[in-house]
């Protein structure tokens, strides 16, 4: 089986490279009702009568027509923790396994399986976009959350699998936050090479386009904000600058990859680690000093 692994991105303990950050965050249509879902690329493919008899769904609903049915082409047989015994992996469109029923979103499930059936050893609501093996009988992959149901947010979310005895361990170990009004695009140049910064002013905003806007409501108005101001930085913050854009004043602004830190006036709180996650966004360039050293 081929894994593929987004080594540059999941512990960032190497170097970002912009390109890497320009395939990850690539201009999707928030309506395109996860026409973008195909079947994993990864582990061996799921047989339905197979799945079936271990009392899994093998069917999608009228929701999801348009994607290639049937459902079992979302299932994988991987082994996750390196022990020899492959677990079972759905990653895909949102699915109740309650009732096989189905909805918006997306959703990841892993299972063991045992001699009594399949046992439930982890669950997101996203989808895998990434695996690929590590050292130390372990895997690494990166979880994707496209926004659901009207929601602006996005993330990808870094996790380690690795054997934890009875249960598989499953560890965050960080991720990615933005929106998908930032991934719309509005760079004009992408950066061969990031450049590292610190915020030098006092308070700094971090908008979802590159333009300070302030007053023509928008995606944000569903919670109460009428601008594109996404989160307020602070002195001292640091961060990468990947692409940039000038606006119509001439105004030169960085799509920059932060640190992780506790913003201000964040436009999402809920569910979200803050500390474990960098935000996407625009920042203008006039107190982002350059720094040397690689973040």
């Not at 695996?131 to 992959?141: L, N, P, V």
């Not at 119509?248 to 960085?254: F, K, N, P, S, Y």
Request: hydrophobic share 40%.
């Amino acid at each position: 089986m081929t894994l593929r692994i987004l080594s540059l991105l999941i512990l960032f303990a190497t170097p970002v490279h912009a390109q890497d950050m320009r395939a990850l965050l690539s201009p999707r249509d928030p309506d395109a009702h996860y026409s973008y879902l195909k079947p994993p690329s990864f582990g061996i493919p799921a047989d339905s009568q197979w799945l079936a008899g271990l009392g899994l769904c093998d069917a999608l609903g009228p929701v999801y027509a348009h994607l290639s049915r049937p459902v079992h082409r979302f299932y994988r047989l991987l082994d996750l923790d390196t022990d020899g015994h492959e677990e079972l992996v759905y990653s895909g469109p949102y699915l109740n396994l309650s009732n096989c029923g189905t909805g918006e979103g997306t959703a990841t499930y892993i299972w063991r399986l045992t001699a009594s059936g399949p046992t439930e050893q982890f669950r997101a609501y996203a989808f895998i976009q990434e695996i690929g093996a590590s050292e130390h009988g372990s895997t690494h992959a990166t979880l994707h959350y496209p926004g659901c149901c009207g929601e602006f947010v996005m993330t990808w979310t870094f996790i380690r699998i690795a054997s934890g005895g009875n249960r598989l361990a499953v560890d965050t170990t960080n991720g990615i936050l933005t929106t998908w009004m930032t991934v719309q695009g509005g760079w004009e140049r992408w950066l061969e090479t990031p450049i590292p910064f610190v915020v030098t002013r006092s308070r700094y905003n971090l908008r979802y386009a590159p333009v300070i806007d302030d007053t023509s409501g928008g995606p944000l108005e569903m919670v109460g904000r009428s601008s594109n101001l996404l989160a307020v930085f602070h002195a001292g913050d640091r961060g990468l600058a990947l692409a940039e854009s000038h606006d119509t004043t001439g105004r030169l602004w960085w799509l920059v990859l932060m640190d992780p830190a506790i913003p201000d006036s964040s436009v999402t709180t809920s569910a979200i680690d803050l500390l474990r996650y960098r935000w996407v966004g625009w920042m203008s360039s006039r107190y982002l000093r350059r720094v040397t050293g690689i973040n």
